[in-house]
Protein backbone atom coordinates (compact mmCIF):
# COMPACT_ATOMS: atom_id res chain seq x y z
CA UNK A 1 0.00 0.00 0.00
CA UNK A 2 1.52 3.43 -0.62
CA UNK A 3 0.23 6.92 1.01
CA UNK A 4 -0.07 9.81 -1.44
CA UNK A 5 1.83 12.96 -0.25
CA UNK A 6 0.59 15.86 0.10
CA UNK A 7 2.83 17.55 -2.24
CA UNK A 8 2.40 15.47 -5.16
CA UNK A 9 1.78 16.80 -8.84
CA UNK A 10 -2.19 16.24 -9.41
CA UNK A 11 -3.23 18.04 -12.41
CA UNK A 12 -4.06 16.21 -15.45
CA UNK A 13 -3.39 17.95 -19.35
CA UNK A 14 -6.84 17.73 -20.47
CA UNK A 15 -8.43 14.80 -18.77
CA UNK A 16 -11.52 13.41 -18.94
CA UNK A 17 -12.86 10.99 -15.62
CA UNK A 18 -15.94 9.02 -16.07
CA UNK A 19 -17.45 8.13 -12.32
CA UNK A 20 -19.73 5.74 -11.77
CA UNK A 21 -21.49 5.38 -8.79
CA UNK A 22 -24.54 2.53 -10.07
CA UNK A 23 -26.26 2.30 -7.03
CA UNK A 24 -27.23 5.50 -5.25
CA UNK A 25 -27.22 8.81 -6.81
CA UNK A 26 -23.89 10.93 -5.44
CA UNK A 27 -26.13 13.71 -5.11
CA UNK A 28 -28.88 12.38 -3.26
CA UNK A 29 -29.73 13.48 0.22
CA UNK A 30 -27.60 11.38 2.67
CA UNK A 31 -29.70 9.34 5.09
CA UNK A 32 -32.08 8.70 2.99
CA UNK A 33 -32.87 5.20 1.30
CA UNK A 34 -29.65 3.61 0.33
CA UNK A 35 -27.69 7.52 0.03
CA UNK A 36 -25.22 7.69 2.97
CA UNK A 37 -21.52 8.48 3.41
CA UNK A 38 -20.93 6.86 0.28
CA UNK A 39 -22.27 9.62 -1.68
CA UNK A 40 -21.43 12.59 0.16
CA UNK A 41 -17.97 11.47 -0.64
CA UNK A 42 -18.09 10.72 -4.25
CA UNK A 43 -20.15 14.30 -4.45
CA UNK A 44 -17.28 16.89 -1.75
CA UNK A 45 -14.09 15.05 -3.73
CA UNK A 46 -15.94 15.33 -7.23
CA UNK A 47 -16.32 19.01 -6.03
CA UNK A 48 -13.11 19.55 -4.79
CA UNK A 49 -11.09 18.07 -7.63
CA UNK A 50 -13.02 20.34 -10.16
CA UNK A 51 -11.45 22.89 -8.42
CA UNK A 52 -8.39 21.73 -7.91
CA UNK A 53 -8.09 21.00 -11.60
CA UNK A 54 -9.50 23.81 -14.53
CA UNK A 55 -8.34 20.91 -17.23
CA UNK A 56 -10.57 18.27 -15.30
CA UNK A 57 -13.81 17.18 -17.16
CA UNK A 58 -16.22 15.04 -15.05
CA UNK A 59 -18.91 12.80 -16.38
CA UNK A 60 -20.89 11.15 -13.53
CA UNK A 61 -23.26 8.07 -13.80
CA UNK A 62 -25.86 6.63 -11.90
CA UNK A 63 -28.28 4.27 -12.31
CA UNK A 64 -32.40 5.65 -11.94
CA UNK A 65 -34.33 2.97 -9.78
CA UNK A 66 -37.20 5.24 -8.31
CA UNK A 67 -40.41 3.56 -9.66
CA UNK A 68 -41.73 7.26 -9.94
CA UNK A 69 -39.83 7.80 -12.95
CA UNK A 70 -41.58 5.02 -14.42
CA UNK A 71 -42.00 6.94 -18.14
CA UNK A 72 -38.76 9.19 -17.72
CA UNK A 73 -36.08 9.45 -20.23
CA UNK A 74 -32.42 9.59 -19.59
CA UNK A 75 -31.26 13.00 -18.53
CA UNK A 76 -28.10 14.89 -18.35
CA UNK A 77 -27.77 17.09 -15.09
CA UNK A 78 -25.90 19.69 -13.11
CA UNK A 79 -26.55 19.44 -9.33
CA UNK A 80 -26.42 23.08 -7.45
CA UNK A 81 -22.88 21.50 -5.95
CA UNK A 82 -21.33 22.20 -9.40
CA UNK A 83 -22.98 24.58 -10.42
CA UNK A 84 -20.02 26.32 -10.77
CA UNK A 85 -18.10 23.77 -13.02
CA UNK A 86 -21.49 23.16 -15.24
CA UNK A 87 -19.22 23.74 -17.90
CA UNK A 88 -17.24 21.02 -17.00
CA UNK A 89 -19.25 18.53 -15.24
CA UNK A 90 -22.04 15.75 -16.45
CA UNK A 91 -24.49 13.80 -14.43
CA UNK A 92 -25.89 11.29 -16.34
CA UNK A 93 -29.43 9.46 -14.74
CA UNK A 94 -28.73 5.90 -16.81
CA UNK A 95 -32.92 4.73 -17.22
CA UNK A 96 -33.23 0.90 -17.53
CA UNK A 97 -36.45 0.42 -17.67
CA UNK A 98 -36.71 -3.31 -16.05
CA UNK A 99 -34.41 -1.22 -12.97
CA UNK A 100 -37.24 0.87 -12.19
CA UNK A 101 -38.25 -0.36 -8.34
CA UNK A 102 -35.55 -2.64 -8.37
CA UNK A 103 -33.47 -3.26 -4.69
CA UNK A 104 -30.19 -2.86 -4.03
CA UNK A 105 -29.87 -6.87 -3.83
CA UNK A 106 -31.38 -7.29 -7.32
CA UNK A 107 -28.62 -4.69 -9.46
CA UNK A 108 -26.20 -6.76 -10.26
CA UNK A 109 -28.52 -7.89 -13.19
CA UNK A 110 -28.40 -4.57 -14.91
CA UNK A 111 -24.29 -4.25 -14.76
CA UNK A 112 -23.67 -5.40 -18.28
CA UNK A 113 -26.98 -2.64 -19.69
CA UNK A 114 -25.58 0.40 -17.07
CA UNK A 115 -21.75 -0.01 -18.54
CA UNK A 116 -23.60 -0.38 -22.10
CA UNK A 117 -25.53 3.12 -21.87
CA UNK A 118 -22.26 4.89 -20.13
CA UNK A 119 -20.53 4.05 -23.11
CA UNK A 120 -23.07 5.37 -25.39
CA UNK A 121 -24.40 8.14 -23.41
CA UNK A 122 -20.81 9.86 -22.38
CA UNK A 123 -20.51 13.02 -24.04
CA UNK A 124 -16.83 12.98 -23.64
CA UNK A 125 -14.66 9.92 -24.14
CA UNK A 126 -13.12 8.61 -20.97
CA UNK A 127 -8.94 8.56 -19.89
CA UNK A 128 -10.22 6.77 -16.42
CA UNK A 129 -13.24 5.36 -15.19
CA UNK A 130 -13.73 5.69 -11.27
CA UNK A 131 -15.97 2.73 -9.66
CA UNK A 132 -17.43 3.38 -6.70
CA UNK A 133 -18.65 0.35 -4.83
CA UNK A 134 -18.49 -2.98 -6.22
CA UNK A 135 -21.34 -3.07 -8.47
CA UNK A 136 -19.79 -0.12 -10.12
CA UNK A 137 -16.98 -2.11 -10.59
CA UNK A 138 -18.40 -4.49 -12.21
CA UNK A 139 -19.73 -2.11 -14.55
CA UNK A 140 -16.80 -0.07 -15.07
CA UNK A 141 -14.78 -3.69 -16.09
CA UNK A 142 -17.39 -4.02 -18.80
CA UNK A 143 -17.53 -0.71 -20.07
CA UNK A 144 -12.87 -0.74 -19.90
CA UNK A 145 -13.72 -4.14 -22.11
CA UNK A 146 -15.95 -2.21 -24.58
CA UNK A 147 -13.14 0.77 -25.38
CA UNK A 148 -10.51 -1.79 -25.19
CA UNK A 149 -12.07 -3.64 -27.99
CA UNK A 150 -12.24 -0.58 -30.00
CA UNK A 151 -8.70 0.10 -29.78
CA UNK A 152 -8.63 2.06 -26.26
CA UNK A 153 -7.07 1.47 -22.94
CA UNK A 154 -9.20 2.60 -20.12
CA UNK A 155 -8.07 2.16 -16.81
CA UNK A 156 -10.55 1.27 -13.84
CA UNK A 157 -9.77 3.27 -10.51
CA UNK A 158 -11.96 1.22 -7.52
CA UNK A 159 -12.84 2.43 -4.58
CA UNK A 160 -14.91 -0.17 -2.90
CA UNK A 161 -16.37 1.73 0.14
CA UNK A 162 -17.18 -1.43 1.94
CA UNK A 163 -16.95 -5.08 0.74
CA UNK A 164 -18.93 -8.39 1.59
CA UNK A 165 -15.66 -9.79 3.72
CA UNK A 166 -15.58 -6.80 6.22
CA UNK A 167 -18.87 -7.02 6.28
CA UNK A 168 -19.66 -11.04 7.15
CA UNK A 169 -16.95 -10.59 9.50
CA UNK A 170 -18.30 -8.37 11.73
CA UNK A 171 -22.34 -8.98 11.19
CA UNK A 172 -24.39 -9.65 13.79
CA UNK A 173 -27.19 -12.19 13.68
CA UNK A 174 -29.91 -9.85 12.40
CA UNK A 175 -27.72 -8.79 9.54
CA UNK A 176 -28.16 -11.23 6.20
CA UNK A 177 -25.04 -13.00 4.54
CA UNK A 178 -23.36 -11.21 1.82
CA UNK A 179 -24.34 -13.61 -1.15
CA UNK A 180 -21.42 -15.46 -2.67
CA UNK A 181 -21.82 -13.28 -6.01
CA UNK A 182 -20.83 -10.66 -4.45
CA UNK A 183 -17.29 -12.37 -2.89
CA UNK A 184 -16.50 -13.20 -6.64
CA UNK A 185 -17.46 -10.12 -8.31
CA UNK A 186 -15.29 -8.32 -5.83
CA UNK A 187 -12.22 -10.48 -6.46
CA UNK A 188 -12.61 -9.98 -10.32
CA UNK A 189 -12.87 -6.36 -10.15
CA UNK A 190 -10.10 -6.36 -6.96
CA UNK A 191 -7.91 -8.37 -9.73
CA UNK A 192 -8.50 -5.99 -13.11
CA UNK A 193 -8.23 -2.46 -11.82
CA UNK A 194 -5.40 -0.71 -12.22
CA UNK A 195 -5.27 0.39 -8.78
CA UNK A 196 -8.02 0.07 -6.06
CA UNK A 197 -8.03 3.78 -2.84
CA UNK A 198 -8.61 2.95 0.51
CA UNK A 199 -9.41 4.77 3.19
CA UNK A 200 -7.34 3.74 5.51
CA UNK A 201 -4.31 1.01 5.81
CA UNK A 202 -6.46 -1.25 7.52
CA UNK A 203 -9.36 -1.66 4.81
CA UNK A 204 -6.48 -2.16 2.37
CA UNK A 205 -4.93 -5.00 4.66
CA UNK A 206 -8.61 -6.49 5.14
CA UNK A 207 -8.42 -6.64 1.30
CA UNK A 208 -5.12 -8.46 1.00
CA UNK A 209 -6.35 -11.11 4.22
CA UNK A 210 -9.76 -11.14 2.95
CA UNK A 211 -8.84 -11.03 -0.95
CA UNK A 212 -5.64 -11.63 -1.38
CA UNK A 213 -5.51 -7.89 -3.20
CA UNK A 214 -1.90 -6.96 -4.50
CA UNK A 215 -1.17 -3.99 -1.99
CA UNK A 216 1.10 -2.30 -4.51
CA UNK A 217 -1.65 -1.43 -6.66
CA UNK A 218 -3.52 0.28 -3.31
CA UNK A 219 -3.62 3.40 -2.58
CA UNK A 220 -4.53 4.87 0.71
CA UNK A 221 -6.55 8.47 1.08
CA UNK A 222 -8.60 9.07 3.94
CA UNK A 223 -12.04 11.20 2.87
CA UNK A 224 -12.14 14.47 4.21
CA UNK A 225 -14.77 16.80 5.77
CA UNK A 226 -16.05 20.05 5.06
CA UNK A 227 -15.22 22.26 8.07
CA UNK A 228 -17.09 25.12 6.40
CA UNK A 229 -19.85 24.03 7.54
CA UNK A 230 -19.07 21.18 10.47
CA UNK A 231 -17.37 23.39 12.90
CA UNK A 232 -18.09 24.33 16.46
CA UNK A 233 -19.69 28.16 16.37
CA UNK A 234 -19.27 30.37 19.72
CA UNK A 235 -22.43 30.80 21.48
CA UNK A 236 -24.31 27.52 20.11
CA UNK A 237 -23.76 25.06 22.72
CA UNK A 238 -24.66 21.08 23.48
CA UNK A 239 -28.39 21.12 24.82
CA UNK A 240 -27.51 19.54 28.53
CA UNK A 241 -23.83 21.24 28.42
CA UNK A 242 -22.79 20.77 32.17
CA UNK A 243 -25.24 18.36 32.99
CA UNK A 244 -24.38 15.16 34.36
CA UNK A 245 -28.04 13.33 34.66
CA UNK A 246 -29.56 14.77 30.94
CA UNK A 247 -28.87 14.32 27.19
CA UNK A 248 -29.58 13.88 24.23
CA UNK A 249 -28.06 11.45 21.90
CA UNK A 250 -27.88 11.59 18.52
CA UNK A 251 -27.61 9.28 15.40
CA UNK A 252 -27.71 10.51 11.68
CA UNK A 253 -27.21 7.87 9.11
CA UNK A 254 -29.27 5.03 6.87
CA UNK A 255 -31.21 3.37 9.26
CA UNK A 256 -30.46 -0.47 8.85
CA UNK A 257 -28.90 -3.08 11.11
CA UNK A 258 -25.39 -2.60 9.89
CA UNK A 259 -25.67 1.39 11.34
CA UNK A 260 -27.01 0.02 14.43
CA UNK A 261 -29.34 2.18 16.05
CA UNK A 262 -31.23 -0.92 17.72
CA UNK A 263 -28.22 -0.99 19.68
CA UNK A 264 -29.30 2.46 21.04
CA UNK A 265 -32.70 2.05 21.71
CA UNK A 266 -31.82 -1.25 23.32
CA UNK A 267 -29.15 0.56 25.09
CA UNK A 268 -31.34 2.99 26.62
CA UNK A 269 -33.88 0.91 28.33
CA UNK A 270 -30.62 -0.47 30.02
CA UNK A 271 -29.93 3.31 31.96
CA UNK A 272 -30.42 4.16 35.55
CA UNK A 273 -33.37 5.46 36.26
CA UNK A 274 -31.84 8.63 37.29
CA UNK A 275 -30.99 9.24 33.80
CA UNK A 276 -32.63 10.79 31.30
CA UNK A 277 -31.30 10.29 27.56
CA UNK A 278 -33.04 11.13 24.49
CA UNK A 279 -32.37 9.72 21.12
CA UNK A 280 -33.25 11.67 18.04
CA UNK A 281 -32.64 8.79 14.88
CA UNK A 282 -32.03 10.56 11.62
CA UNK A 283 -32.77 9.34 8.81
CA UNK A 284 -34.93 7.12 6.34
CA UNK A 285 -34.58 3.86 5.06
CA UNK A 286 -36.42 2.39 1.85
CA UNK A 287 -38.13 -0.68 4.23
CA UNK A 288 -39.61 1.05 7.31
CA UNK A 289 -36.46 -0.51 9.60
CA UNK A 290 -36.74 2.83 11.66
CA UNK A 291 -40.90 2.01 12.46
CA UNK A 292 -39.51 -1.42 14.04
CA UNK A 293 -36.82 0.69 15.85
CA UNK A 294 -40.12 2.75 17.48
CA UNK A 295 -42.25 -0.45 18.27
CA UNK A 296 -39.78 -1.76 19.84
CA UNK A 297 -39.11 1.47 22.10
CA UNK A 298 -42.75 1.34 22.70
CA UNK A 299 -42.05 -2.33 23.94
CA UNK A 300 -39.46 -1.73 26.57
CA UNK A 301 -41.09 1.49 27.41
CA UNK A 302 -39.14 4.53 26.63
CA UNK A 303 -41.29 5.06 23.40
CA UNK A 304 -41.54 9.27 24.80
CA UNK A 305 -37.19 9.18 24.52
CA UNK A 306 -36.87 8.02 21.27
CA UNK A 307 -37.47 10.45 17.99
CA UNK A 308 -37.30 9.68 14.16
CA UNK A 309 -36.36 12.89 12.04
CA UNK A 310 -36.16 13.50 8.69
CA UNK A 311 -32.31 13.60 6.93
CA UNK A 312 -31.67 17.18 6.42
CA UNK A 313 -29.40 19.36 4.34
CA UNK A 314 -25.73 19.36 5.50
CA UNK A 315 -25.78 22.92 7.22
CA UNK A 316 -28.43 22.07 9.21
CA UNK A 317 -26.80 18.53 10.53
CA UNK A 318 -24.35 20.48 11.67
CA UNK A 319 -26.08 22.69 13.45
CA UNK A 320 -27.75 19.58 14.97
CA UNK A 321 -24.04 18.46 16.14
CA UNK A 322 -23.51 21.54 17.95
CA UNK A 323 -26.39 21.21 20.18
CA UNK A 324 -26.07 17.33 20.84
CA UNK A 325 -24.72 15.94 24.00
CA UNK A 326 -23.57 12.59 22.24
CA UNK A 327 -23.22 11.81 18.80
CA UNK A 328 -23.74 7.83 18.51
CA UNK A 329 -22.11 5.84 15.59
CA UNK A 330 -22.66 1.97 16.57
CA UNK A 331 -22.00 -0.04 12.87
CA UNK A 332 -21.14 -2.72 13.37
CA UNK A 333 -18.58 -2.00 9.62
CA UNK A 334 -17.33 1.28 8.51
CA UNK A 335 -14.34 1.90 5.98
CA UNK A 336 -13.99 5.18 7.57
CA UNK A 337 -17.10 6.69 9.64
CA UNK A 338 -17.97 10.26 7.94
CA UNK A 339 -20.67 11.37 10.23
CA UNK A 340 -18.18 10.43 13.09
CA UNK A 341 -16.06 13.04 11.47
CA UNK A 342 -18.25 15.62 10.57
CA UNK A 343 -19.84 15.03 13.50
CA UNK A 344 -16.28 15.67 16.09
CA UNK A 345 -15.96 18.52 13.35
CA UNK A 346 -18.54 20.45 14.95
CA UNK A 347 -17.08 19.76 18.41
CA UNK A 348 -19.51 16.93 19.44
CA UNK A 349 -18.42 14.29 21.58
CA UNK A 350 -18.92 11.11 19.94
CA UNK A 351 -19.24 7.43 20.50
CA UNK A 352 -18.66 5.04 17.71
CA UNK A 353 -17.84 1.13 18.06
CA UNK A 354 -14.43 -0.33 17.91
CA UNK A 355 -14.07 -1.04 14.76
CA UNK A 356 -12.28 -0.65 10.78
CA UNK A 357 -12.53 2.69 10.13
CA UNK A 358 -14.10 4.02 12.98
CA UNK A 359 -10.73 3.41 14.58
CA UNK A 360 -9.50 5.68 12.84
CA UNK A 361 -11.78 8.48 12.24
CA UNK A 362 -11.51 8.52 16.32
CA UNK A 363 -8.59 8.94 18.39
CA UNK A 364 -10.03 7.08 20.82
CA UNK A 365 -9.73 8.46 24.66
CA UNK A 366 -9.20 12.41 22.88
CA UNK A 367 -11.70 12.98 20.48
CA UNK A 368 -14.29 10.34 21.14
CA UNK A 369 -14.98 6.70 22.96
CA UNK A 370 -14.52 3.79 20.90
CA UNK A 371 -17.14 1.21 22.77
CA UNK A 372 -16.60 -3.03 22.17
CA UNK A 373 -18.05 -5.01 22.19
CA UNK A 374 -20.97 -3.89 20.19
CA UNK A 375 -23.54 -4.78 22.40
CA UNK A 376 -26.42 -2.77 24.41
CA UNK A 377 -24.88 -3.71 27.58
CA UNK A 378 -21.37 -2.47 26.72
CA UNK A 379 -23.24 0.99 24.97
CA UNK A 380 -25.75 1.23 27.99
CA UNK A 381 -22.26 1.61 30.11
CA UNK A 382 -20.60 4.23 27.54
CA UNK A 383 -23.15 6.25 27.04
CA UNK A 384 -24.04 6.57 31.14
CA UNK A 385 -20.16 7.27 31.37
CA UNK A 386 -19.98 10.48 29.14
CA UNK A 387 -23.72 11.47 30.55
CA UNK A 388 -22.32 11.63 33.91
CA UNK A 389 -18.93 13.39 32.76
CA UNK A 390 -20.01 16.82 30.92
CA UNK A 391 -16.35 18.58 31.40
CA UNK A 392 -15.49 14.98 29.99
CA UNK A 393 -18.04 15.78 26.48
CA UNK A 394 -16.42 19.21 26.81
CA UNK A 395 -12.74 18.13 26.42
CA UNK A 396 -13.67 15.70 23.80
CA UNK A 397 -15.80 17.82 21.50
CA UNK A 398 -12.80 20.63 21.51
CA UNK A 399 -10.17 17.96 21.09
CA UNK A 400 -12.10 16.91 18.31
CA UNK A 401 -12.52 19.97 16.11
CA UNK A 402 -8.95 20.55 16.56
CA UNK A 403 -8.13 17.28 14.84
CA UNK A 404 -11.08 17.29 12.32
CA UNK A 405 -9.54 20.38 10.67
CA UNK A 406 -6.67 17.74 9.54
CA UNK A 407 -8.98 16.67 7.23
CA UNK A 408 -10.06 18.11 4.20
CA UNK A 409 -11.93 17.04 0.76
CA UNK A 410 -9.11 19.09 -1.15
CA UNK A 411 -6.59 16.92 0.22
CA UNK A 412 -8.29 14.09 -0.83
CA UNK A 413 -8.72 15.31 -4.32
CA UNK A 414 -5.35 16.48 -4.90
CA UNK A 415 -4.32 12.38 -4.20
CA UNK A 416 -6.81 10.98 -5.94
CA UNK A 417 -6.25 13.01 -9.23
CA UNK A 418 -2.22 11.95 -8.66
CA UNK A 419 -4.15 8.03 -8.68
CA UNK A 420 -5.83 8.74 -11.88
CA UNK A 421 -2.50 10.23 -13.30
CA UNK A 422 -0.62 7.26 -12.46
CA UNK A 423 -3.53 4.93 -13.64
CA UNK A 424 -3.05 6.60 -16.62
CA UNK A 425 0.46 6.72 -17.09
CA UNK A 426 0.66 2.72 -16.66
CA UNK A 427 -2.79 2.06 -18.68
CA UNK A 428 -1.22 -0.01 -21.36
CA UNK A 429 -0.49 -2.69 -19.04
CA UNK A 430 -4.16 -3.06 -18.43
CA UNK A 431 -5.23 -4.28 -22.01
CA UNK A 432 -4.59 -7.66 -21.91
CA UNK A 433 -6.11 -8.12 -18.67
CA UNK A 434 -9.36 -6.72 -19.90
CA UNK A 435 -9.41 -9.15 -22.75
CA UNK A 436 -9.99 -12.35 -19.87
CA UNK A 437 -13.00 -10.08 -18.58
CA UNK A 438 -15.58 -10.77 -20.35
CA UNK A 439 -15.97 -14.45 -19.65
CA UNK A 440 -16.29 -13.19 -16.30
CA UNK A 441 -19.25 -10.11 -17.03
CA UNK A 442 -20.92 -13.19 -19.48
CA UNK A 443 -21.30 -15.62 -16.37
CA UNK A 444 -22.23 -12.31 -14.06
CA UNK A 445 -25.19 -11.55 -16.31
CA UNK A 446 -26.30 -14.74 -17.95
Given amino acids: MVKIPESSQSRLPQSVVHVYSLHTDPFAQPGRGDAGGMNVYIARSIAAMLSADDNLRVEV ?6 PDFEHAKPSVQVPALLNSYRDRVRVHQVLIPQALGARKNQLAEFTAEFAAQCVSLACWHPQVIHAHYWLSGVAAL ?11 AVPVVFTPHTTAAA ?3 RRSPDEPEEPHARYESEHRVLEHAALTIVNTSL ?8 YGADPARMRVIAPGVDTGIFHPLPGVHAEHEGSDTHARVVFAGRPQPLKGP ?5 ALALLPADLHVELDIIGKSSSGYELDLLARARDLGIADRVHLRSPVPADILADIFRRA ?3 ASPSSSESFGLVALEAQASGAAVLATDADGLRFAIENHKTGLLVAPRTPQRWAVAIERLVRAPRLRLTLGANAAA ?8 ATARKT ?13 KMTCLVSTMSFLTTLTS
Fill in 167 to 169: KDA
Fill in 142 to 152: GAAQTYAAEGT
Fill in 325 to 327: DIV
Fill in 417 to 429: LCVYSEAITGRHQ
Fill in 203 to 210: EGQQLQDY
Fill in 262 to 266: HILVE
Fill in 403 to 410: RARSFSWE
Fill in 61 to 66: FTLLTD
